[in-house]
């Protein structure tokens, strides 16, 4: 009976041994692709953005509505991003500007099929185009009218009057893809004030 006894415990033992064995290499074979996980996550996280930009491309608005009229549509280049700029005859802070389809004031009309460039930005600026007290038209472009070249430009590729009615008006702005961007409202010059819309070169 003791040699019986004796041979179960070995058995058992060694039962035991080969068990956690397999565990160890079964463990050891998961580890190294478990191992990977959080350096990638890492190196996802740590990434750094484009000119250190992070306007994001999620809708943007401010301001409200005001009665001084748009008066000059102008762009320029800067190191990271295109600019475009609205200048307003008087104190002005209103926009909405997302991503999507633009449309023209009054009438509706989907402005995308016209506009080029791989995305399209819709700015509607919180102004009218014509004066107030005297009814002049400040910004006399027709609808549809693409006021702007853009040859050479990195991200901006189009832009395309939609109208104004209201005191909205809107611009169909065509861009390479769909990048960063951000809205900024400046004072000047003189009693003017600009909108101003600057869209990333790209985002890493």
Request: charged share 15%.
């Amino acid at each position: 009976m003791r040699i019986t006894r004796a041979l179960l415990a070995t058995l058992v033992a060694a039962g035991t041994l080969l068990a956690g064995g397999s565990i160890a290499a079964a463990a050891a074979r998961v580890a190294p692709a478990a191992r990977l996980v959080p350096a990638a996550a890492q190196v996802a996280a740590t990434a750094t953005p484009y000119c250190g930009i992070t306007w994001g491309s999620a809708d943007k608005s401010g301001g409200a509505l005001a009665t001084a009229p748009l008066i000059e549509v102008r762009a320029g280049q800067q190191d990271c991003y295109d600019r475009l700029v609205f200048e307003i005859d008087g104190p002005a802070n209103g926009y909405r500007v997302r991503y999507g389809e633009a449309y023209t004031q009054g009438q509706g009309l989907a402005l995308s099929p016209y506009t080029a460039g791989g995305a399209v930005l819709e700015v509607t600026l919180l102004d009218p185009v014509a004066d107030p007290n005297t009814g002049t038209v400040r910004y006399p472009a027709s609808t549809g009218a693409h006021p702007l070249n853009l040859l050479g430009y990195q991200t901006l590729r189009d832009v395309v009057y939609g109208g104004s009615s209201e005191g909205y008006t809107t611009f169909a702005v065509g861009v390479r893809d769909r990048l960063p961007f951000r809205v900024t409202v400046l004072t000047g010059p003189g009693t003017h004030s600009r909108i101003v819309l600057d869209v990333a070169h790209r985002w890493q």
